[in-house]
């Protein structure tokens, strides 16, 4: 989703052929693609629902067509990490556990999981189960599968999730046991994603090094995957032999189509029938299109300003509770999320919470910070603070309406009250590596990040701060923080768990090393052919595809 | 000098000029922040070990002039490496890709000479309103960049008329054609627009001259006076511009594919930049080097051909 900047324009006269040639043509060079423009409109503030499901499909169709905003790399389930592979992946590979739609945990290629002690997790397979190249599931395939992600030679994305296994061994023809070296809450929810995913060992063998770029993923999904036109599109075929309910059309195919208005227009005339990750700036064009519903679903993502120096004027945290208390975030959600967004005081999404208990969840969203602006406190903060006049900078990047707009938002509210906020634009290449690059974070104060869970769990995000985490640009430390982290990650018990969760969310929320800003949903457009598809962020792990069919 | 002589000159300043590039390309990545090893672990789950592992499949940890050896060597064995991102290798990826490019860029070619040329000199010979009506839409022409230029076809032929495609590239030769169409017409009307300008120009100033006013009056006709001496002569400069307008069509067919979603080696190029993937870039990069100055080679060697005035050896200044 790379945009690159515009570039200046200018003119020259030419009547004389030879040296203006050179020079036109050096124009040329520069000014005939100068980069592409922005898609304009920004909605405003139209309400949106949020929805779990779509109405479920009448019947079969043949094929249907999904816009994609980019081509998988790989789909080796280790690699899968990202939006592209893991919206097609989920539908030709199963894991473990299952992901719903209502973003619950439910059997998956394990038709039981069992925890018989904190270190122990015991896998029973369900039997009968078949690979796409027709061999049968086994324990050993488990085996096989899961210790790819456990070879470091292997680089996993998953890897993370799988730090406190020791082994995975096969305990019986259908039945699979994980010890652990500390008892891990997670775990057995993170076998639910791709973490969790079972492919035939012989054909990942046979593969090799080509595994997950060319010829079959042998998984057991609805789907198996057909041609795959790099660079141009995928194809899904049914999996006729499939275990569980069979997909409803025989053929999904997947378009890369990575300029957005070029994926909208896809779905505006029909050549793409659907699609998810929607440009916030262009809900109001489908829904005024005619051409099908814009359906909205929990996305268990938040839009957050992340802080990565505290060396500088925010290392006082008064400073960053008043530039908190500055924003205006109602007025971004308008702008920079098409109005379908929710201001948030908490770094953690409500649905996150969906299983804890009335009380923890009270516990982690009472006294937050507040979301309507209160400039005479942010200014007296600023004064208390002594930061009048001082400099912080914000990265910003053409790289999305929510980051530029964010950024913006962000300078508004801190020269409101006295900072000198300078905004440094960024490659959206380079924007890219704020996230992994602590070089690339150099001279930068904070910047706009989207944070979504991959399971239903606050953990997942508040993690994040715990001393040494990957994504603790601020490099905070609290030995307090650090315990808790363990603690709910060593206690087994939800309703437990969700209380010390509630804790860290409070420290997390007061310390505000990133301020959070606005919630935000999954968007899905389906045109009039179609339906059936989820609308929350399960899409992600939850065969999707198998239930899209005719909508008449 | 001698073709033959003057040729293998070229030929070894090419073979230089890439080594020199492959340098500066190697070296560009580095250079700018980011390591492909975070991120290809997105950033959630860099265990240390993990990180490792791929710094020494890639080789990342190796001192810079090892690495840059070790890379030349490969490519002088035809190997462009693997691709980190796609973990797959980059001569394969290139293989997929190639053709739609060369297919968008060859079909905006053959718009820009056809229609750049008889442009210029229908502008150059009629005059009166025809003339005005081309220095018009060239003005026009010349003020699209391609990305307006892709928008604006997009809008009004493919989501209002439906006449085309909006993007992808479509299977089978005819298919490809009639989705690139549209790509190639907003890769090639600025370029349309520039040549139109530089023929129409090169003809009126060729039409000026004296000799085109004697061979006029001694009766031979108009139409063979335009075409021996007056075309001929705007042929020159047009084949000086050859390398550019090939140049420019390689550079913008990043941009152009972006917006119509064709998966080439434009929009490779883009994406693997952004994923910092190194081998991916590199070899790109390198081919559209050689692709440039293997253009500009034809031009200096075909350029005496077509004018007999141009002199073989360092190029003479045009006045």
């Not at chain 1, 109001?284 to 909205?296: H, K, N, Q, V, Y």
């Not at chain 2, 499949?57 to 030349?72: E, G, K, M, S």
Request: hydrophobic share 45%.
């Amino acid at each position: 989703m790379a945009d690159p900047q515009h570039g200046s324009r200018s003119r020259s006269s030419h009547r004389r052929p030879a040296l203006p040639v050179a020079a036109l043509a050096a124009l040329a060079l520069v000014a005939a693609c100068a980069g592409p423009p922005k898609s304009g409109d920004t909605g405003g503030g139209s309400s949106y629902q949020l929805s779990q499901d779509t109405p479920a499909a009448k019947g079969d169709v043949d094929s249907f067509t999904w816009a994609l905003y980019a081509e998988p790399p790989t789909l080796d389930y280790i690699a899968a990490f990202d939006y592209p592979q893991n919206t097609i992946l989920s539908n030709v590979c199963e894991s473990l556990m299952r992901w719903t739609p209502q973003l619950t945990l439910a059997p998956g290629l394990a038709e039981k999981a069992s925890n018989p002690d904190p270190t122990t997790w015991v896998y029973d397979l369900r039997p009968g189960v078949h690979f796409h190249d027709g061999s049968v599931l086994t324990a050993d395939d488990v085996v096989y599968s899961l210790g790819r992600q456990l070879n470091p030679d292997n680089a996993a994305a998953w890897a993370q999730q799988f730090q406190n296994v020791s082994t995975v061994t096969r305990t019986g023809p259908l039945q699979v046991t994980v010890k652990l070296v500390q008892p891990d809450s997670q775990f057995n929810q993170y076998m639910a994603t791709a973490a969790g995913v079972v492919a035939a060992k012989a054909g990942i063998e046979a593969a090799g090094k080509d595994y997950g770029t060319t010829g079959s993923l042998d998984c057991t999904g609805p789907f198996e995957l057909g041609a795959w036109n790099k660079g141009q599109s995928l194809e899904l075929r049914r999996f006729d032999s499939y275990w569980g309910t069979k997909a409803k059309a025989a053929k999904a195919e997947f378009r890369f189509l990575t300029d957005p208005s070029a994926r909208v227009n896809a779905m505006i005339t029909g050549e793409a029938d659907g699609g998810y990750l929607i440009p916030t700036e262009s809900y109001e064009r489908l829904r005024s299109s005619g051409a099908g519903t814009l359906w909205f679903g929990e996305g268990l993502s938040t839009v957050n300003v992340n802080v990565t120096n505290m060396s500088g004027v925010l290392g006082d945290v008064r400073v960053r509770q008043a530039l908190s208390l500055a924003l205006d975030r109602s007025g971004f959600v308008k702008a920079g999320l098409g109005g379908a967004g929710t201001v948030t005081g908490s770094l953690t999404t409500r649905a996150a919470w969906a299983a804890a208990p009335a009380e923890s969840r009270k516990e982690a969203f009472e006294g937050l910070t507040p979301t309507t602006p209160d400039l005479a406190r942010a200014k007296a903060l600023i004064k208390e603070a002594g930061a009048a006049g001082k400099t912080v900078t914000v990265a910003t990047s053409p790289i999305g309406q929510d980051v530029s707009l964010l950024a913006t938002a962000v300078q508004a509210a801190g020269t409101g009250i006295g900072l000198d906020v300078r905004l440094k634009t960024i490659a959206p290449n380079a924007f890219t590596s704020l996230f992994t690059s602590a070089e690339a974070r150099e001279g930068i104060d904070m910047f706009p990040e989207t944070y979504y869970d991959s399971i239903t769990d606050p953990l997942d995000l508040l993690a994040n701060f715990k001393t040494g985490a990957f994504q603790n640009y601020a490099g905070f430390s609290d030995p307090a923080y650090d315990d808790l982290v363990k603690k709910a990650t060593t206690t087994a018990d939800p309703a437990q768990r969700f209380a010390i969760e509630a804790q860290l969310q409070k420290i997390a929320s007061d310390q505000l090393l990133w301020i959070p800003v606005a919630e935000w949903p999954t968007a899905v457009f389906l045109n009039k052919r179609i339906t059936g598809a989820p609308t929350t962020i399960s899409y992600m792990y939850y065969p999707w595809a198998a239930d899209v069919g005719a909508a008449r | 000098m001698s073709f033959l002589r003057f040729a293998a000159r070229r030929l070894a300043e090419m073979a230089a000029t890439l080594f020199g590039a492959s340098f500066v390309i190697f070296g560009a990545m580095y250079l700018a922040p980011g390591n492909p090893a975070s991120f290809l672990l997105s950033g959630r789950s860099a265990s240390p070990e993990a990180l490792k592992a791929i710094n020494a499949q890639y080789h990342l940890d190796d001192p810079f002039v090892l690495q840059y050896l070790r890379w030349t060597g490969q490519i002088l064995h035809g190997d462009f490496g693997r691709s980190i991102t796609y973990r797959t290798d980059v001569s394969r990826l290139l293989a997929d890709r190639l053709p739609s490019t060369l297919l968008l860029v060859g079909m905006a070619l053959v718009l820009v000479v056809a229609l750049g040329l008889l442009l210029g000199w229908i502008g150059a010979v009629r005059g009166g309103a025809a003339d005005s009506t081309i220095l018009v839409s060239t003005t026009f022409a010349l003020g699209t960049p391609s990305f307006v230029a892709a928008v604006l076809l997009q809008g009004l032929f493919a989501v209002k008329l439906g006449w085309f495609p909006t993007g992808g590239t479509g299977d089978g030769l005819g298919q490809m054609i009639w989705h690139l169409t549209l790509p190639a017409v907003a890769l090639a009307l600025y370029l349309i627009g520039m040549l139109a300008r530089v023929t129409r120009a090169a003809m009126l100033e060729v039409l000026g001259q004296e000799h085109v006013t004697v061979a006029r009056s001694r009766g031979v006709s108009d139409h063979k006076v335009i075409r021996r001496h007056v075309f001929r002569n705007a042929l020159g400069t047009v084949l000086t511009t050859g390398g550019l307008i090939v140049s420019t069509l390689l550079v913008c067919t990043v941009l152009v594919e972006s917006a119509f979603s064709v998966g080439g080696i434009g929009q490779l190029l883009e994406l693997s930049t952004t994923t910092k993937d190194f081998p991916t870039v590199q070899a790109i990069s390198l081919i559209m080097v050689g692709l440039f100055m293997t253009v500009n080679l034809v031009v200096d060697l075909l350029h005496p051909l077509v004018d007999p005035r141009v002199t073989l050896g360092p190029r003479r200044s045009a006045a």
